[in-house]
C-alpha cells in the first residue's frame, strides 16, 4: 500500500478509520507496538514502519521497492506464502500464527487486502508460546507426577465434579468394579452427588466427607482430612486417610481429593495399641527411645547406588568405611575399577546376580576394614541397583563360638523376645551341662519385665528351681543367688545340703552386661558324676557371660525396634507439618513473582508477604516446640527462677489472651483462693504453660462458651487450672494427652501434638504435678501445681534449680 496526498483513511477492514491524513496516519503506524509492511500487488514493498525494520531485521532502505520473495526466499512454500496469495486472491482478511526460523520466532500475523496490494500487520509471540510450551511441559510433568503416586488423586470443580484423575485413582476403580467410563468414578462424574447417595455401610463418614467438601467449597474451610474404611469385593477391609484440599491462587475454584491407602499403618496402630495393653512397661520403653537415638545414628546402614551399567552414582558416608575409598575416588566407576581385584569381582557378581534375578539378593562380605563382615543385600530397580551395607562382624563371631551358643543361635534365631531365648539357653543347658537350669531376669532399666525361667530333668527340681526366686526364699539355693547378686560374684555349692538332700553341686553366676547385673545364671546337678569344680566355674562363667551377652542383644533389638517404629512416626508427623507451610510459601511467593512480572506491586504482593510470613511464624513456633520438648526431656530446661505473685501472673495470662477470646465470642475469667503464697519459677515458661493450655482452650470451646483460670493453696503448693465448657475429652484418650505428638496421630482437630507435652515437661522440672480432669460432655480442666514459697529462719527457699 502507497499513502499518497488527500488520502484520507487507511484501507484494510482490520484497520481504524483515521480521518486525519495520511501523514497523521503514517504517524500513528510508526509508534504502534506492531510491525506493519505493505505489498503492492507484485509483492514488493511499499511501506515498512520502524517496528517491521526491527522484526525483518532489515532497513526500510533495503526492502521499499523490492519483492519479498527475493528478499525473505525462506517464506516461500511456507504458510506466510500461503496465506498471503489466498487473501490476494480471494481478498479476505487473514489471520495466523507461525514459527519464522530465519528470524528465530514465532509471528502472530494479520493481512487485509486492498485494491493496491496487501497491509500486512505482525507481532512477536515468541514469549507467549514459550510460555504456553512451558506450561504444557509443567501440566505434563505435572501429570507423570501424580500418575507416578500411590495415592488416588482426582480434581474437582467447584460442584463437585471430576475433572481429572490419576492412574492410580483408575487402576483402584477398576479393581473394584467401577470402570472410568461408568459416570460414577471416572473424569465427569458427580462426586460430591455420590457421596452424598451412599447408603448402608460407611454411610455416616460419607456424610461427614460431603460436609467437609462443601465447607471447602463456600470458604468455611481450607481443607479437610477423614480417615475411613473400605471393603474391597474380596472381603478385605482397608482403610485410607482422605485429604481434600482447595488450589490457592486465581481462577476457578478446584478441588484435590486425595485417598491414601494407610491400612498398613492402621493395623500397625492396632497391633501396637492391643501389645501397650498388654505391656505394662511400654511407656518407659518410649520414654528409652531418645536415649537410644544416638545408637541408632551409629548402627545406621551404609547405602551405595548403582546405575545400570553398574557404576557408583551413589554413595553414603557409612558405605566409604565399608569400601575403604572417598565417594570421590568411587563415583562414576566400577567396583572392579577402583576396588581390589577380589572385592571389585565379589560385588559385581553380586550385581550381575540381583539384576538377572530381579528380585533382591543377600551375601556375606569381607569389609575393607580388618576382621570386619558386611551383610550386603542388592535390590534391582528400573534405574539400576541400590546397595545396602550392614555390619555383621559380631553376629559371625557368635556364630563361631562354641557348640552350644551355635545351638542357642539356631533355637532363637526364629525370635529374638527376651523370654524365647532365655528359654532356649534353658532348655539346652539341660542335660548337657546340667540337670537344672534357672534364669531370672528382673525388672531391667528400660522397661523390661521380669521373668524367670527354669528348665530341669525331674518336675520336683523344676519346682525348686521355681521356689528359689519367690520372695522370702531361704533355702539353700535361695541364698546362693541372693549373694551372687548382691556381690556380683560367682557362688558355689559344693553338695548336699539339709534343705536340697538331693543337689550333688550348685552354681549361680550373675549374668553382667555393662558393669551391670542382667540376671542371675543357675545351674544344678543331681548326679555324683557331673559336680561344679573350681576348675569348670570358667566355663560356667564364660557360658553366663555369652548368655548375658545373648540376652542382651535381645533386649536391645527390641528396644531398638520400638525406637525405630515411634521415630518414624515422628519424623512422619513433623515432616508433614513442615512440608505443608512450604507448599503454602512455594505458591504464594510464584503468584507475588507472577504480580511483579507484570509490574503489579499493590495490595495482592503485600497480602502475599504478609501470608509468607505468617506462615514462615507458624514453622518456627513449631520448631521452637520441638527444641522445648527436647530441653525439658533432657532434663536440662534451663530455669531463670524468680519470685512471682499469682495473681499478677493470672491477670498477665488474662491480659494475653482476651482478644483472642473476645474473638470467638468466648469469656475469659479469673478466679483467686484466698491466701495465696508466692511461687519461685521461671516466668516465660510458666506463662508458656498457660498459654499452651489457654490456647487449647480457645481452640476447642464453642462461641459464647467461658474459660476460667483458677488458682488456689493446696498444703505446700499452688494449684492453678485453666478450665473450658468445650466438648471435653473422650475418657480413652485421658491417660495419652500429654504424650508427644498423640494428638497428631490420633485426633482430627488437634495440632501436631507438642504443646501438652511442654506443658508437662515444664510443670515436672519446677518439681509440680499436671493431670486433668473431663466428665463426659461437661468441658475440661487442666490442673499443674507449682511448690509454694515458705518463710523459715527469715529465709525464702523455693524449687531448686536444676
Not at 544344678?524 to 569348670?536: C, G, I, M, N, T
Request: charged share 25%; proline share 5%; aromatic share 6%.
Amino acid at each position: 500500500m502507497i499513502l499518497r496526498p488527500g488520502q484520507g483513511r487507511i484501507s484494510g477492514r482490520g484497520t481504524a478509520a483515521i480521518e486525519e491524513g495520511p501523514s497523521h496516519a503514517l504517524d500513528i503506524l510508526e509508534h504502534i507496538s506492531d510491525a506493519v509492511f505493505s505489498l503492492d500487488r507484485t509483492w514488493r514493498f511499499t511501506y515498512v514502519n520502524t517496528r517491521a525494520e526491527w522484526l525483518l531485521k532489515r532497513p526500510r532502505s533495503e526492502l521499499i521497492g523490492r519483492k519479498v520473495w527475493k528478499e525473505f526466499p525462506q517464506a516461500r512454500g511456507t504458510v506466510f506464502e500461503q496465506e498471503y496469495q489466498r487473501a490476494l486472491a480471494k481478498r479476505v482478511d487473514v489471520a495466523f500464527e507461525a514459527f519464522y526460523a530465519p528470524l528465530e520466532a514465532w509471528v502472530g500475523v494479520r493481512a487485509y487486502p486492498s485494491k493496491q496490494g496487501l497491509l500486512v500487520f505482525c507481532r512477536d509471540i515468541s514469549a507467549r508460546k514459550q510460555a504456553e510450551q512451558a506450561l504444557h511441559e509443567s501440566e505434563q510433568f505435572l501429570r507423570s507426577t501424580l500418575d507416578s503416586l500411590s495415592t488416588h488423586i482426582a480434581i474437582l470443580d467447584g460442584q463437585g465434579t471430576i475433572l481429572a484423575v490419576n492412574a492410580a485413582w483408575r487402576r483402584f476403580a477398576r479393581e473394584n468394579g467401577c470402570p472410568e467410563d461408568s459416570g460414577t468414578c471416572g473424569v465427569g462424574a458427580d462426586y460430591l452427588g455420590v457421596t452424598d447417595a451412599a447408603r448402608g455401610a460407611f454411610s455416616e463418614e460419607a456424610a461427614f466427607v460431603a460436609a467437609g467438601i462443601r465447607d471447602i467449597i463456600t470458604g468455611r474451610a481450607e481443607s479437610f482430612l477423614q480417615e475411613y474404611p473400605c471393603h474391597e469385593p474380596g472381603g478385605r477391609r482397608r482403610w485410607f486417610l482422605m485429604r481434600v484440599t482447595r488450589f490457592v491462587g486465581q481462577g476457578p475454584l478446584r478441588l484435590v481429593v486425595a485417598h491414601e491407602d494407610i491400612t498398613g499403618r492402621h493395623e500397625a496402630g492396632e497391633a501396637l495399641w492391643r501389645l501397650a495393653r498388654e505391656e505394662a512397661a511400654r511407656e518407659q520403653a518410649e520414654t528409652a527411645r531418645e536415649r537410644l537415638n544416638a545408637v541408632l545414628e551409629r548402627i545406621t546402614d551404609g547405602f551405595a547406588a548403582f546405575d545400570r551399567d553398574g557404576r557408583f552414582t551413589y554413595v553414603n558416608r557409612h558405605a566409604e568405611a565399608h569400601f575403604g575409598r572417598m565417594r570421590e575416588a568411587l563415583l562414576g566407576w566400577r567396583p572392579a575399577e577402583v576396588l581390589s581385584e577380589s572385592r571389585g569381582a565379589v560385588m559385581e557378581s553380586l550385581l550381575l546376580r540381583a539384576t538377572q534375578a530381579g528380585t533382591p539378593v543377600e551375601e556375606d562380605q569381607p569389609s575393607a576394614l580388618a576382621d570386619r563382615w558386611l551383610r550386603v543385600v542388592a535390590y534391582p530397580s528400573p534405574e539400576g541397583l541400590t546397595v545396602y551395607f550392614r555390619d555383621v562382624t559380631e553376629q559371625r563371631r557368635s556364630e563361631l563360638w562354641s557348640h552350644f551358643l551355635s545351638e542357642v543361635s539356631a533355637a532363637s534365631a526364629s525370635s529374638l523376645d527376651w523370654g524365647d531365648v532365655s528359654r532356649a539357653v534353658a532348655k539346652l543347658t539341660v542335660p548337657t551341662l546340667a540337670d537344672g537350669c534357672a534364669i531370672a531376669t528382673p525388672v531391667g532399666p528400660h522397661g523390661e519385665e521380669p521373668s524367670t525361667v527354669v528348665a530341669a530333668v525331674t518336675p520336683y527340681l523344676e519346682g525348686a528351681l521355681h521356689a528359689v526366686f519367690r520372695a522370702g526364699s531361704a533355702s539353700a539355693l535361695g541364698r546362693m543367688v541372693e549373694e551372687a547378686l548382691r556381690t556380683e560374684a560367682v557362688v558355689h555349692l559344693h553338695g548336699p545340703s539339709r534343705d536340697a538332700p538331693c543337689v550333688q553341686s550348685a552354681v549361680a553366676v550373675p549374668l553382667m552386661t555393662q558393669a551391670r547385673p542382667l540376671g542371675v545364671l543357675v545351674l544344678v546337678s543331681l548326679r555324683p558324676d557331673l559336680r561344679y569344680e573350681a576348675q569348670d566355674l570358667s566355663l560356667v562363667q564364660e557360658l553366663a557371660r555369652r548368655a548375658a551377652l545373648v540376652l542382651e542383644n535381645a533386649r536391645l533389638y527390641r528396644t531398638a525396634r520400638q525406637a525405630v517404629t515411634t521415630r518414624d512416626e515422628t519424623l512422619g508427623i513433623v515432616s508433614h507439618d513442615l512440608r505443608a507451610p512450604l507448599n503454602t510459601i512455594s505458591l504464594l511467593c510464584n503468584g507475588a513473582e507472577r504480580r511483579l512480572a507484570r509490574g503489579d506491586n499493590g495490595p495482592g504482593v503485600t497480602e502475599a508477604l504478609r501470608k509468607v510470613r505468617l506462615v514462615v511464624g507458624n514453622m518456627d513456633r513449631l520448631i521452637d516446640d520441638l527444641l522445648e520438648v527436647a530441653r525439658v526431656e533432657s532434663g536440662q530446661p534451663g530455669l531463670d527462677l524468680e519470685t512471682l505473685d499469682a495473681p499478677a501472673l493470672l491477670g498477665q495470662v488474662q491480659g494475653f489472651n482476651e482478644p483472642l477470646a473476645a474473638d470467638k465470642s468466648l469469656r475469659l475469667e479469673v478466679s483467686l483462693g484466698p491466701d495465696l503464697p508466692r511461687v519461685c519459677a521461671d516466668r516465660a515458661r510458666v506463662l508458656r504453660v498457660f498459654q499452651n493450655l489457654v490456647g487449647n482452650a480457645i481452640k476447642f470451646t464453642p462461641p459464647g462458651g467461658r474459660i476460667l483460670l483458677k488458682a488456689e493453696r493446696r498444703e505446700a503448693e499452688v494449684c492453678f487450672c485453666v478450665e473450658d465448657t468445650g466438648p471435653g475429652i473422650d475418657a480413652t484418650a485421658l491417660p495419652h494427652v500429654f504424650n508427644r505428638f498423640w494428638q497428631a496421630i490420633h485426633a482430627h482437630k488437634a495440632g501436631v501434638g507438642l504443646g501438652l507435652a511442654i506443658v508437662k515437661g515444664v510443670v515436672d522440672a519446677h518439681g509440680g504435678r499436671v493431670w486433668v480432669e473431663s466428665p463426659p460432655g461437661r468441658g475440661a480442666a487442666f490442673f499443674f501445681t507449682l511448690p509454694a514459697l515458705t518463710v523459715a529462719s527469715g529465709a525464702v527457699e523455693g524449687p531448686r534449680q536444676p
